[in-house]
Protein backbone atom coordinates (compact mmCIF):
# COMPACT_ATOMS: atom_id res chain seq x y z
CA UNK A 1 0.00 0.00 0.00
CA UNK A 2 1.32 3.68 -0.54
CA UNK A 3 1.90 5.79 2.87
CA UNK A 4 -0.83 7.80 2.28
CA UNK A 5 -3.40 4.88 2.09
CA UNK A 6 -0.94 3.45 5.12
CA UNK A 7 -1.70 6.76 7.09
CA UNK A 8 -5.30 7.41 6.29
CA UNK A 9 -6.38 3.27 7.04
CA UNK A 10 -4.12 3.70 10.39
CA UNK A 11 -6.52 6.66 10.88
CA UNK A 12 -9.63 5.03 10.16
CA UNK A 13 -8.78 2.17 12.48
CA UNK A 14 -8.11 4.40 15.18
CA UNK A 15 -10.81 6.44 14.79
CA UNK A 16 -13.43 3.57 14.50
CA UNK A 17 -12.26 1.56 17.38
CA UNK A 18 -12.81 4.82 19.38
CA UNK A 19 -16.33 4.41 18.11
CA UNK A 20 -16.30 0.32 18.98
CA UNK A 21 -15.82 1.37 22.53
CA UNK A 22 -17.74 4.03 22.68
CA UNK A 23 -20.56 2.04 21.28
CA UNK A 24 -20.01 -0.75 23.75
CA UNK A 25 -20.07 1.62 26.51
CA UNK A 26 -23.28 3.07 25.75
CA UNK A 27 -24.91 -0.21 25.09
CA UNK A 28 -24.27 -2.29 27.34
CA UNK A 29 -25.96 -2.37 30.66
CA UNK A 30 -24.18 -0.38 33.17
CA UNK A 31 -22.22 -1.80 36.41
CA UNK A 32 -24.79 -0.26 38.63
CA UNK A 33 -28.13 -1.87 36.87
CA UNK A 34 -29.30 -4.79 38.50
CA UNK A 35 -27.98 -7.86 38.26
CA UNK A 36 -24.65 -5.80 38.76
CA UNK A 37 -22.56 -9.10 39.36
CA UNK A 38 -23.58 -10.28 35.95
CA UNK A 39 -22.98 -6.68 34.36
CA UNK A 40 -19.61 -6.55 36.03
CA UNK A 41 -18.31 -9.73 34.56
CA UNK A 42 -19.86 -9.20 31.23
CA UNK A 43 -18.53 -5.55 30.90
CA UNK A 44 -15.11 -6.88 32.04
CA UNK A 45 -15.13 -8.95 29.10
CA UNK A 46 -16.07 -6.90 26.69
CA UNK A 47 -14.16 -3.48 27.43
CA UNK A 48 -10.66 -5.31 28.19
CA UNK A 49 -9.98 -3.91 24.49
CA UNK A 50 -9.37 -5.86 21.03
CA UNK A 51 -8.96 -5.65 17.78
CA UNK A 52 -12.10 -5.00 16.94
CA UNK A 53 -11.41 -6.46 13.41
CA UNK A 54 -16.04 -7.26 13.12
CA UNK A 55 -17.27 -3.87 13.91
CA UNK A 56 -14.02 -2.39 11.78
CA UNK A 57 -15.38 -4.59 9.05
CA UNK A 58 -19.26 -4.38 9.40
CA UNK A 59 -18.87 -0.24 9.21
CA UNK A 60 -16.02 -0.48 6.28
CA UNK A 61 -18.51 -2.49 4.17
CA UNK A 62 -21.69 -0.51 5.25
CA UNK A 63 -19.85 2.72 3.99
CA UNK A 64 -18.23 0.71 1.14
CA UNK A 65 -21.75 -0.32 -0.08
CA UNK A 66 -23.22 3.54 0.19
CA UNK A 67 -24.82 3.26 3.41
CA UNK A 68 -26.47 6.50 4.62
CA UNK A 69 -24.07 8.28 7.07
CA UNK A 70 -27.44 9.62 8.86
CA UNK A 71 -29.07 6.58 9.44
CA UNK A 72 -25.93 4.65 11.05
CA UNK A 73 -26.50 5.39 14.06
CA UNK A 74 -29.90 3.38 14.06
CA UNK A 75 -28.35 0.26 11.95
CA UNK A 76 -24.83 -0.50 11.46
CA UNK A 77 -23.93 1.25 14.86
CA UNK A 78 -25.80 -1.39 17.14
CA UNK A 79 -24.46 -3.75 14.90
CA UNK A 80 -20.93 -3.26 15.37
CA UNK A 81 -21.84 -3.27 19.04
CA UNK A 82 -23.63 -7.14 18.60
CA UNK A 83 -20.98 -7.95 16.66
CA UNK A 84 -18.16 -7.35 18.99
CA UNK A 85 -19.88 -8.66 22.23
CA UNK A 86 -21.11 -12.01 20.37
CA UNK A 87 -17.49 -12.51 19.67
CA UNK A 88 -16.71 -11.90 23.24
CA UNK A 89 -19.31 -14.57 24.88
CA UNK A 90 -17.68 -17.18 22.30
CA UNK A 91 -14.06 -16.13 23.75
CA UNK A 92 -15.50 -16.27 27.28
CA UNK A 93 -17.34 -19.82 26.93
CA UNK A 94 -14.39 -20.84 24.88
CA UNK A 95 -11.76 -20.36 27.73
CA UNK A 96 -14.21 -22.45 30.42
CA UNK A 97 -12.41 -25.10 32.01
CA UNK A 98 -14.48 -27.93 30.40
CA UNK A 99 -12.95 -26.01 27.06
CA UNK A 100 -9.96 -24.71 26.22
CA UNK A 101 -9.27 -23.80 30.36
CA UNK A 102 -7.40 -20.97 28.99
CA UNK A 103 -6.14 -18.50 32.20
CA UNK A 104 -5.62 -14.78 30.41
CA UNK A 105 -6.93 -13.00 27.62
CA UNK A 106 -6.30 -9.70 26.47
CA UNK A 107 -3.65 -9.44 29.50
CA UNK A 108 -6.06 -10.25 31.77
CA UNK A 109 -7.54 -13.11 33.85
CA UNK A 110 -10.20 -14.68 31.60
CA UNK A 111 -13.17 -14.12 33.17
CA UNK A 112 -14.04 -17.54 34.81
CA UNK A 113 -10.89 -17.02 37.12
CA UNK A 114 -11.67 -13.59 37.87
CA UNK A 115 -15.57 -14.06 38.83
CA UNK A 116 -16.20 -18.00 38.98
CA UNK A 117 -17.21 -20.39 36.47
CA UNK A 118 -21.36 -20.34 36.81
CA UNK A 119 -20.54 -16.64 36.37
CA UNK A 120 -18.77 -17.08 33.46
CA UNK A 121 -21.49 -19.23 31.80
CA UNK A 122 -24.28 -16.46 32.50
CA UNK A 123 -22.10 -13.94 31.02
CA UNK A 124 -21.43 -15.51 27.93
CA UNK A 125 -25.22 -16.14 27.60
CA UNK A 126 -26.01 -12.60 28.93
CA UNK A 127 -23.55 -11.26 25.86
CA UNK A 128 -25.51 -13.85 23.25
CA UNK A 129 -28.75 -12.08 24.24
CA UNK A 130 -27.73 -8.69 23.68
CA UNK A 131 -25.96 -9.43 20.45
CA UNK A 132 -29.31 -10.52 19.33
CA UNK A 133 -31.06 -7.62 21.24
CA UNK A 134 -29.07 -4.75 19.53
CA UNK A 135 -29.21 -6.80 16.10
CA UNK A 136 -33.13 -6.67 16.05
CA UNK A 137 -32.40 -3.28 17.04
CA UNK A 138 -31.42 -2.58 13.61
CA UNK A 139 -34.85 -3.21 12.61
CA UNK A 140 -33.57 -5.75 9.91
CA UNK A 141 -34.77 -9.24 10.36
CA UNK A 142 -31.92 -9.93 7.52
CA UNK A 143 -29.04 -9.10 9.58
CA UNK A 144 -30.56 -10.59 12.76
CA UNK A 145 -30.93 -13.86 10.42
CA UNK A 146 -27.53 -13.29 9.23
CA UNK A 147 -25.92 -13.29 12.94
CA UNK A 148 -27.91 -16.51 13.97
CA UNK A 149 -26.42 -18.12 10.63
CA UNK A 150 -23.01 -16.85 11.15
CA UNK A 151 -22.48 -17.91 14.52
CA UNK A 152 -24.60 -20.87 14.64
CA UNK A 153 -24.34 -24.90 14.37
CA UNK A 154 -23.31 -24.42 11.05
CA UNK A 155 -21.18 -21.36 11.46
CA UNK A 156 -18.88 -20.71 14.78
CA UNK A 157 -20.40 -23.19 17.22
CA UNK A 158 -19.65 -25.96 14.52
CA UNK A 159 -16.32 -24.96 14.15
CA UNK A 160 -16.00 -24.96 18.05
CA UNK A 161 -17.45 -28.38 18.00
CA UNK A 162 -15.31 -29.19 14.82
CA UNK A 163 -11.61 -28.02 16.56
CA UNK A 164 -12.51 -30.00 20.26
CA UNK A 165 -13.01 -33.05 18.43
CA UNK A 166 -10.00 -32.71 16.14
CA UNK A 167 -7.87 -31.90 19.25
CA UNK A 168 -5.39 -35.04 19.37
CA UNK A 169 -5.93 -36.07 16.14
CA UNK A 170 -4.35 -36.22 12.92
CA UNK A 171 -5.91 -33.16 10.99
CA UNK A 172 -5.70 -32.87 7.46
CA UNK A 173 -5.04 -29.73 5.77
CA UNK A 174 -8.71 -29.75 4.73
CA UNK A 175 -9.85 -30.25 8.23
CA UNK A 176 -8.37 -27.31 9.42
CA UNK A 177 -9.64 -25.05 6.73
CA UNK A 178 -12.71 -26.66 7.51
CA UNK A 179 -12.08 -25.74 11.13
CA UNK A 180 -11.08 -22.13 10.81
CA UNK A 181 -13.73 -21.49 8.07
CA UNK A 182 -16.61 -22.06 10.44
CA UNK A 183 -14.65 -21.20 13.93
CA UNK A 184 -13.34 -18.03 12.93
CA UNK A 185 -14.53 -17.19 9.31
CA UNK A 186 -18.42 -17.42 9.51
CA UNK A 187 -18.87 -14.48 11.71
CA UNK A 188 -16.43 -12.76 9.97
CA UNK A 189 -17.77 -12.84 6.86
CA UNK A 190 -21.02 -12.09 8.53
CA UNK A 191 -19.86 -9.16 9.70
CA UNK A 192 -19.28 -8.06 6.27
CA UNK A 193 -22.10 -9.13 5.01
CA UNK A 194 -24.03 -7.57 7.47
CA UNK A 195 -22.62 -4.31 7.20
CA UNK A 196 -23.18 -4.71 3.22
CA UNK A 197 -26.91 -5.23 4.24
CA UNK A 198 -27.61 -3.06 6.38
CA UNK A 199 -26.45 -0.50 3.73
CA UNK A 200 -28.43 -2.49 1.17
CA UNK A 201 -25.84 -3.73 -0.87
CA UNK A 202 -27.52 -5.37 -4.71
CA UNK A 203 -26.37 -9.02 -4.89
CA UNK A 204 -23.33 -8.68 -6.58
CA UNK A 205 -22.00 -6.88 -4.23
CA UNK A 206 -22.86 -8.99 -1.63
CA UNK A 207 -21.20 -11.53 -3.50
CA UNK A 208 -18.29 -9.84 -4.02
CA UNK A 209 -18.02 -9.19 -0.15
CA UNK A 210 -18.99 -12.37 0.80
CA UNK A 211 -16.08 -13.92 -1.10
CA UNK A 212 -13.53 -11.28 0.36
CA UNK A 213 -14.91 -11.73 4.01
CA UNK A 214 -14.46 -15.93 3.28
CA UNK A 215 -10.99 -15.46 2.32
CA UNK A 216 -9.93 -12.26 5.25
CA UNK A 217 -11.45 -14.37 7.83
CA UNK A 218 -9.39 -18.12 6.98
CA UNK A 219 -6.53 -15.95 6.66
CA UNK A 220 -7.48 -13.92 10.15
CA UNK A 221 -7.14 -17.27 11.71
CA UNK A 222 -4.04 -18.66 10.19
CA UNK A 223 -2.04 -15.82 11.35
CA UNK A 224 -3.69 -16.55 15.17
CA UNK A 225 -2.28 -20.08 14.47
CA UNK A 226 1.11 -18.32 13.47
CA UNK A 227 1.31 -15.84 16.42
CA UNK A 228 0.27 -18.86 18.42
CA UNK A 229 3.97 -20.07 17.60
CA UNK A 230 5.85 -16.77 17.02
CA UNK A 231 4.24 -14.39 18.38
CA UNK A 232 5.19 -12.31 21.64
CA UNK A 233 2.95 -12.81 24.98
CA UNK A 234 2.73 -9.68 26.18
CA UNK A 235 1.52 -8.47 22.71
CA UNK A 236 -1.00 -10.71 22.41
CA UNK A 237 -2.28 -10.77 25.46
CA UNK A 238 -2.56 -14.60 25.73
CA UNK A 239 -0.03 -17.50 26.53
CA UNK A 240 1.40 -18.55 23.20
CA UNK A 241 2.34 -21.83 22.62
CA UNK A 242 -1.58 -23.09 24.20
CA UNK A 243 -2.09 -24.54 20.74
CA UNK A 244 0.59 -26.93 20.45
CA UNK A 245 0.17 -28.38 24.33
CA UNK A 246 -3.38 -28.64 23.33
CA UNK A 247 -2.61 -30.55 20.47
CA UNK A 248 -5.24 -28.14 18.57
CA UNK A 249 -5.35 -28.82 14.66
CA UNK A 250 -3.98 -25.63 13.34
CA UNK A 251 -3.26 -24.66 9.64
CA UNK A 252 1.01 -24.53 10.34
CA UNK A 253 0.71 -27.79 11.90
CA UNK A 254 -0.28 -28.97 8.86
CA UNK A 255 1.59 -27.58 6.53
CA UNK A 256 5.09 -25.47 7.30
CA UNK A 257 5.26 -22.59 9.23
CA UNK A 258 6.34 -20.72 5.68
CA UNK A 259 3.73 -22.74 3.98
CA UNK A 260 1.25 -21.10 6.47
CA UNK A 261 2.91 -17.53 5.74
CA UNK A 262 2.18 -17.72 1.85
CA UNK A 263 -0.55 -19.59 2.25
CA UNK A 264 -2.10 -16.76 4.30
CA UNK A 265 -0.37 -13.66 2.41
CA UNK A 266 -2.60 -15.97 -1.05
CA UNK A 267 -5.86 -15.38 0.53
CA UNK A 268 -5.39 -11.74 1.39
CA UNK A 269 -4.55 -11.61 -2.51
CA UNK A 270 -7.86 -12.90 -3.35
CA UNK A 271 -9.64 -10.72 -1.34
CA UNK A 272 -7.83 -7.78 -2.86
CA UNK A 273 -8.59 -9.36 -6.07
CA UNK A 274 -12.80 -8.97 -5.10
CA UNK A 275 -12.27 -4.95 -5.85
CA UNK A 276 -11.11 -2.96 -8.89
CA UNK A 277 -7.36 -1.88 -9.17
CA UNK A 278 -8.56 1.88 -8.81
CA UNK A 279 -11.01 1.45 -5.86
CA UNK A 280 -9.67 3.15 -2.92
CA UNK A 281 -11.26 0.97 -0.48
CA UNK A 282 -10.55 0.88 3.44
CA UNK A 283 -11.96 -2.78 3.22
CA UNK A 284 -8.43 -3.45 1.21
CA UNK A 285 -6.23 -1.77 4.19
CA UNK A 286 -8.08 -3.48 6.35
CA UNK A 287 -7.37 -7.02 4.43
CA UNK A 288 -3.32 -6.20 3.99
CA UNK A 289 -3.80 -5.01 8.07
CA UNK A 290 -5.08 -8.43 8.38
CA UNK A 291 -2.02 -10.16 6.58
CA UNK A 292 0.41 -8.16 8.57
CA UNK A 293 -0.93 -7.92 12.08
CA UNK A 294 1.41 -9.21 14.89
CA UNK A 295 -1.32 -9.03 17.54
CA UNK B 1 -64.38 -25.63 35.37
CA UNK B 2 -66.97 -27.53 34.23
CA UNK B 3 -66.55 -31.24 32.84
CA UNK B 4 -66.98 -30.04 29.45
CA UNK B 5 -64.08 -27.57 29.83
CA UNK B 6 -62.11 -30.18 31.49
CA UNK B 7 -62.24 -32.52 28.71
CA UNK B 8 -61.94 -29.60 25.71
CA UNK B 9 -58.70 -28.32 27.38
CA UNK B 10 -57.49 -31.63 27.78
CA UNK B 11 -57.51 -32.34 24.04
CA UNK B 12 -56.26 -28.62 23.21
CA UNK B 13 -53.41 -29.81 25.26
CA UNK B 14 -52.77 -32.99 24.15
CA UNK B 15 -53.03 -32.10 20.77
CA UNK B 16 -50.52 -28.76 20.88
CA UNK B 17 -48.24 -30.69 22.75
CA UNK B 18 -47.78 -33.25 20.00
CA UNK B 19 -47.76 -30.26 17.35
CA UNK B 20 -45.17 -28.93 19.53
CA UNK B 21 -43.04 -32.07 19.03
CA UNK B 22 -43.83 -32.42 15.25
CA UNK B 23 -42.49 -28.51 14.96
CA UNK B 24 -39.17 -29.36 17.83
CA UNK B 25 -38.71 -32.28 14.73
CA UNK B 26 -38.76 -30.31 11.58
CA UNK B 27 -36.97 -27.53 12.83
CA UNK B 28 -33.69 -29.03 14.74
CA UNK B 29 -31.17 -30.34 12.50
CA UNK B 30 -31.25 -33.64 12.19
CA UNK B 31 -28.99 -36.08 14.03
CA UNK B 32 -27.25 -36.46 10.47
CA UNK B 33 -26.37 -33.10 9.93
CA UNK B 34 -22.63 -32.00 10.65
CA UNK B 35 -21.86 -31.60 13.06
CA UNK B 36 -23.70 -34.89 14.31
CA UNK B 37 -22.05 -34.82 18.22
CA UNK B 38 -23.33 -31.45 19.01
CA UNK B 39 -27.18 -31.85 16.91
CA UNK B 40 -27.22 -35.17 19.10
CA UNK B 41 -26.71 -33.52 22.06
CA UNK B 42 -29.35 -30.78 21.44
CA UNK B 43 -31.78 -33.38 20.42
CA UNK B 44 -31.23 -35.24 23.61
CA UNK B 45 -32.39 -32.37 25.68
CA UNK B 46 -35.17 -30.60 23.85
CA UNK B 47 -36.99 -34.28 22.82
CA UNK B 48 -36.92 -35.64 26.27
CA UNK B 49 -40.36 -34.11 26.62
CA UNK B 50 -41.34 -31.80 29.28
CA UNK B 51 -45.20 -30.15 29.48
CA UNK B 52 -43.91 -27.45 26.74
CA UNK B 53 -46.37 -24.83 28.63
CA UNK B 54 -44.46 -21.79 26.64
CA UNK B 55 -45.11 -22.80 23.40
CA UNK B 56 -49.12 -24.08 24.55
CA UNK B 57 -49.30 -20.51 25.72
CA UNK B 58 -48.01 -18.87 22.58
CA UNK B 59 -50.82 -20.75 20.84
CA UNK B 60 -53.45 -19.77 22.65
CA UNK B 61 -52.81 -16.12 23.27
CA UNK B 62 -52.48 -16.32 19.49
CA UNK B 63 -55.79 -17.91 18.61
CA UNK B 64 -57.55 -15.80 21.58
CA UNK B 65 -56.12 -12.72 19.85
CA UNK B 66 -57.94 -13.51 16.23
CA UNK B 67 -54.50 -14.78 15.13
CA UNK B 68 -54.72 -16.12 10.94
CA UNK B 69 -54.56 -19.94 11.04
CA UNK B 70 -53.71 -19.63 7.28
CA UNK B 71 -50.18 -17.90 8.94
CA UNK B 72 -49.80 -20.00 11.84
CA UNK B 73 -47.30 -21.92 10.07
CA UNK B 74 -45.01 -19.25 9.21
CA UNK B 75 -45.45 -16.72 11.85
CA UNK B 76 -46.30 -19.15 15.66
CA UNK B 77 -45.21 -22.31 15.02
CA UNK B 78 -41.22 -20.95 14.37
CA UNK B 79 -42.36 -19.22 17.38
CA UNK B 80 -43.59 -21.46 19.51
CA UNK B 81 -40.02 -24.16 18.77
CA UNK B 82 -37.80 -21.07 19.60
CA UNK B 83 -39.52 -20.69 23.24
CA UNK B 84 -39.22 -24.16 23.94
CA UNK B 85 -35.95 -24.31 22.60
CA UNK B 86 -34.90 -21.19 24.37
CA UNK B 87 -36.25 -23.05 28.01
CA UNK B 88 -34.16 -25.90 27.25
CA UNK B 89 -30.75 -24.06 26.72
CA UNK B 90 -31.58 -22.49 30.20
CA UNK B 91 -32.39 -26.07 31.81
CA UNK B 92 -29.12 -27.30 29.78
CA UNK B 93 -26.58 -24.69 31.50
CA UNK B 94 -28.73 -24.37 35.15
CA UNK B 95 -28.39 -28.55 35.05
CA UNK B 96 -24.15 -28.10 34.47
CA UNK B 97 -21.83 -28.67 37.64
CA UNK B 98 -20.82 -25.09 38.28
CA UNK B 99 -24.39 -24.12 38.67
CA UNK B 100 -27.18 -26.11 39.92
CA UNK B 101 -25.27 -29.42 39.30
CA UNK B 102 -28.35 -31.66 38.41
CA UNK B 103 -27.53 -35.14 37.63
CA UNK B 104 -31.05 -35.94 36.39
CA UNK B 105 -33.82 -33.95 34.00
CA UNK B 106 -36.96 -35.04 32.94
CA UNK B 107 -36.25 -38.74 34.23
CA UNK B 108 -33.20 -39.26 31.94
CA UNK B 109 -29.38 -38.15 32.66
CA UNK B 110 -28.86 -34.62 32.33
CA UNK B 111 -26.86 -33.27 29.04
CA UNK B 112 -23.78 -32.87 30.94
CA UNK B 113 -24.11 -35.77 32.41
CA UNK B 114 -24.69 -37.79 28.98
CA UNK B 115 -22.22 -36.16 26.83
CA UNK B 116 -19.64 -34.46 28.66
CA UNK B 117 -19.34 -30.41 30.04
CA UNK B 118 -18.11 -28.84 27.29
CA UNK B 119 -20.88 -30.76 24.84
CA UNK B 120 -23.43 -29.54 27.54
CA UNK B 121 -22.34 -25.72 27.27
CA UNK B 122 -22.21 -25.53 23.25
CA UNK B 123 -25.50 -27.33 23.16
CA UNK B 124 -27.11 -24.89 25.23
CA UNK B 125 -25.40 -22.45 23.33
CA UNK B 126 -26.78 -24.01 19.83
CA UNK B 127 -30.26 -24.01 21.01
CA UNK B 128 -29.92 -20.16 22.61
CA UNK B 129 -28.88 -19.65 18.57
CA UNK B 130 -31.43 -21.71 16.77
CA UNK B 131 -34.25 -20.00 19.12
CA UNK B 132 -33.29 -16.62 17.92
CA UNK B 133 -33.03 -17.95 13.98
CA UNK B 134 -36.82 -19.60 14.41
CA UNK B 135 -38.33 -16.55 15.87
CA UNK B 136 -36.46 -14.49 13.07
CA UNK B 137 -37.95 -16.37 10.86
CA UNK B 138 -41.42 -15.19 11.45
CA UNK B 139 -40.43 -11.86 10.32
CA UNK B 140 -41.55 -9.74 13.61
CA UNK B 141 -38.50 -7.88 14.72
CA UNK B 142 -41.02 -7.11 17.52
CA UNK B 143 -41.08 -11.15 18.84
CA UNK B 144 -37.15 -11.22 17.98
CA UNK B 145 -36.76 -8.43 20.96
CA UNK B 146 -39.87 -9.72 22.97
CA UNK B 147 -37.58 -12.82 23.54
CA UNK B 148 -34.24 -11.05 23.95
CA UNK B 149 -35.98 -8.91 26.73
CA UNK B 150 -37.57 -11.94 28.26
CA UNK B 151 -34.45 -14.25 28.72
CA UNK B 152 -31.86 -11.40 28.93
CA UNK B 153 -30.50 -9.69 32.46
CA UNK B 154 -33.93 -8.07 32.96
CA UNK B 155 -35.52 -11.10 32.67
CA UNK B 156 -34.28 -14.87 33.19
CA UNK B 157 -30.90 -14.72 32.88
CA UNK B 158 -30.97 -12.10 36.23
CA UNK B 159 -33.47 -14.37 37.73
CA UNK B 160 -30.57 -17.09 37.69
CA UNK B 161 -28.01 -14.98 38.67
CA UNK B 162 -30.50 -13.70 41.50
CA UNK B 163 -31.08 -17.02 42.36
CA UNK B 164 -27.49 -18.42 42.28
CA UNK B 165 -26.71 -15.51 45.02
CA UNK B 166 -29.82 -16.12 47.35
CA UNK B 167 -28.60 -19.77 47.99
CA UNK B 168 -27.89 -19.57 51.65
CA UNK B 169 -29.28 -16.42 52.28
CA UNK B 170 -32.21 -15.90 54.33
CA UNK B 171 -34.43 -14.28 51.56
CA UNK B 172 -37.67 -12.48 52.10
CA UNK B 173 -40.98 -13.36 50.31
CA UNK B 174 -40.27 -10.14 48.36
CA UNK B 175 -37.08 -11.57 47.15
CA UNK B 176 -38.07 -14.78 46.18
CA UNK B 177 -41.28 -13.39 44.03
CA UNK B 178 -38.40 -10.99 42.13
CA UNK B 179 -36.39 -13.86 41.58
CA UNK B 180 -39.39 -16.41 40.59
CA UNK B 181 -40.58 -13.91 38.53
CA UNK B 182 -37.27 -12.84 36.58
CA UNK B 183 -36.06 -16.78 36.26
CA UNK B 184 -39.48 -18.56 35.42
CA UNK B 185 -41.98 -15.60 34.60
CA UNK B 186 -40.30 -13.55 31.76
CA UNK B 187 -40.52 -16.21 29.31
CA UNK B 188 -43.69 -17.48 30.11
CA UNK B 189 -45.14 -13.74 30.28
CA UNK B 190 -43.11 -13.19 26.96
CA UNK B 191 -44.75 -16.47 25.74
CA UNK B 192 -48.12 -15.22 26.00
CA UNK B 193 -47.00 -11.57 25.22
CA UNK B 194 -45.28 -13.28 21.54
CA UNK B 195 -48.41 -15.21 20.90
CA UNK B 196 -50.51 -12.09 21.27
CA UNK B 197 -48.27 -9.67 19.13
CA UNK B 198 -48.25 -12.42 15.85
CA UNK B 199 -51.36 -12.06 15.84
CA UNK B 200 -51.45 -8.36 16.26
CA UNK B 201 -53.57 -7.87 19.09
CA UNK B 202 -54.54 -4.30 20.07
CA UNK B 203 -52.44 -2.88 23.21
CA UNK B 204 -55.36 -3.28 25.71
CA UNK B 205 -55.10 -6.85 25.00
CA UNK B 206 -51.73 -7.03 24.76
CA UNK B 207 -51.58 -5.47 28.27
CA UNK B 208 -54.23 -7.83 29.42
CA UNK B 209 -52.80 -10.44 28.69
CA UNK B 210 -49.20 -9.34 29.92
CA UNK B 211 -50.91 -9.55 33.62
CA UNK B 212 -52.36 -12.99 32.44
CA UNK B 213 -48.99 -14.33 31.87
CA UNK B 214 -47.18 -12.61 34.92
CA UNK B 215 -49.47 -13.95 37.38
CA UNK B 216 -49.47 -17.23 35.93
CA UNK B 217 -45.70 -17.57 35.67
CA UNK B 218 -45.07 -16.44 38.89
CA UNK B 219 -47.84 -19.21 40.28
CA UNK B 220 -46.41 -21.80 38.18
CA UNK B 221 -42.81 -21.80 39.92
CA UNK B 222 -44.59 -21.41 43.06
CA UNK B 223 -46.36 -24.47 42.26
CA UNK B 224 -42.90 -25.85 41.25
CA UNK B 225 -40.95 -25.10 44.32
CA UNK B 226 -44.06 -26.83 46.30
CA UNK B 227 -43.76 -30.00 43.89
CA UNK B 228 -40.26 -30.15 44.99
CA UNK B 229 -40.87 -30.53 48.46
CA UNK B 230 -44.23 -32.60 48.16
CA UNK B 231 -44.15 -34.15 44.45
CA UNK B 232 -43.05 -37.49 43.15
CA UNK B 233 -39.61 -37.75 42.04
CA UNK B 234 -41.13 -40.59 39.17
CA UNK B 235 -43.81 -38.31 38.20
CA UNK B 236 -41.87 -35.20 38.00
CA UNK B 237 -38.82 -37.05 35.98
CA UNK B 238 -36.04 -35.17 38.55
CA UNK B 239 -34.95 -35.29 42.17
CA UNK B 240 -37.31 -33.92 44.82
CA UNK B 241 -36.12 -32.14 47.93
CA UNK B 242 -33.20 -30.47 45.72
CA UNK B 243 -34.47 -26.83 46.15
CA UNK B 244 -33.85 -27.00 50.07
CA UNK B 245 -30.82 -29.34 50.10
CA UNK B 246 -29.31 -26.71 48.09
CA UNK B 247 -30.31 -23.65 50.11
CA UNK B 248 -32.29 -22.50 47.46
CA UNK B 249 -34.55 -19.31 47.73
CA UNK B 250 -38.05 -21.12 47.13
CA UNK B 251 -41.49 -19.86 48.02
CA UNK B 252 -43.06 -22.26 50.84
CA UNK B 253 -39.66 -21.41 51.92
CA UNK B 254 -40.57 -17.95 52.97
CA UNK B 255 -44.03 -18.76 53.60
CA UNK B 256 -46.07 -21.95 54.79
CA UNK B 257 -46.79 -24.58 52.55
CA UNK B 258 -50.04 -23.97 53.31
CA UNK B 259 -49.75 -20.18 52.30
CA UNK B 260 -48.27 -21.06 49.17
CA UNK B 261 -50.29 -23.05 47.77
CA UNK B 262 -53.29 -20.48 48.64
CA UNK B 263 -50.99 -18.01 47.18
CA UNK B 264 -50.50 -19.55 44.31
CA UNK B 265 -54.38 -20.21 44.09
CA UNK B 266 -54.90 -16.50 44.37
CA UNK B 267 -52.52 -15.60 41.70
CA UNK B 268 -54.36 -17.87 39.13
CA UNK B 269 -57.82 -16.64 39.94
CA UNK B 270 -56.16 -13.36 39.85
CA UNK B 271 -55.12 -13.84 36.16
CA UNK B 272 -58.61 -15.45 35.27
CA UNK B 273 -59.94 -12.36 36.45
CA UNK B 274 -58.58 -10.26 33.37
CA UNK B 275 -61.18 -12.37 31.30
CA UNK B 276 -64.91 -11.64 31.19
CA UNK B 277 -66.75 -14.53 32.40
CA UNK B 278 -68.31 -15.38 29.26
CA UNK B 279 -65.09 -15.95 28.12
CA UNK B 280 -64.40 -19.17 26.69
CA UNK B 281 -61.15 -19.11 26.18
CA UNK B 282 -58.52 -21.91 26.29
CA UNK B 283 -55.97 -19.08 28.20
CA UNK B 284 -58.35 -20.02 31.00
CA UNK B 285 -58.08 -23.78 30.93
CA UNK B 286 -54.33 -23.17 30.90
CA UNK B 287 -54.31 -21.11 34.15
CA UNK B 288 -56.54 -23.55 36.04
CA UNK B 289 -54.44 -26.26 34.58
CA UNK B 290 -50.99 -24.64 36.12
CA UNK B 291 -52.67 -24.48 39.27
CA UNK B 292 -53.50 -28.05 39.76
CA UNK B 293 -50.30 -29.26 38.31
CA UNK B 294 -48.57 -32.58 39.73
CA UNK B 295 -45.89 -32.64 37.52
Redesign the interface.
Known sequence: MTPVEAVNGRTYLDNTRKLVDELLEKYL?SEK???Q???IA?RYSVMAGGKRIRPVLAIAAYEYCGGDSRKAATTVHPAMAALEIVHTYSLI?DD?P??DDDDLRRGRPTCHRKF????A??A???L???A??LM??T???DA??E???A???SGM??G???D??AEGINASRKDVINIHSRKTGALIRGSVRIGALLAGADEATLDRLTAYGEKVGLAFQIIDDILDIKGNQETLGKKTGSDSKKHKATYPGVVSLQQARQDAAALIDEALGVFEDYDDSILKYIARYIGQREN
Chains 1, 2 share one sequence.
Open positions: PTEPSLHMHLCMGEAMVLGDAHVIFRAGGSIVILAEVGTLGQVALE
